[in-house]
């Protein structure tokens, strides 16, 4: 019975992970997702507060991808939501919130394969 009760105030504990996190982001009209390395959730991606974080990711965005929703490489630190419903009719699995974007750039054949975050 005490390990039940353990178990169970371990799962409502932590609401957001921090952490690191590497995948392909997509801007576009319909919506702005990370797909994390690893995963097949895909991610509603914002930021907290007033941070301009997600305008810079967008503009550098922009100078890399040829068309809305192609996918560019991200490297990010910040937190994610648990598993819910998120974004424009709650098409994504979990929030990310960008703290720091770490590394954007095109798309390479071996991103994902050298390390999991």
Known sequence: MLLLGWVAFGAVGRSMESGEWEGFVMFGRGGDSFKPCGSRETWWIKVKGFSRALDELRAQYNEIA????DPVYLRISGE??????FGPLGSYQRVVYVEEVLEVRTRQD????????
């Open 110 to 117: 071996n991103d994902c394969r050298k390390r999991r975050v």
């Open 66 to 69: 040829e068309h809305p929703y």
């Open 80 to 85: 994610v939501s648990k598993k819910g419903q």
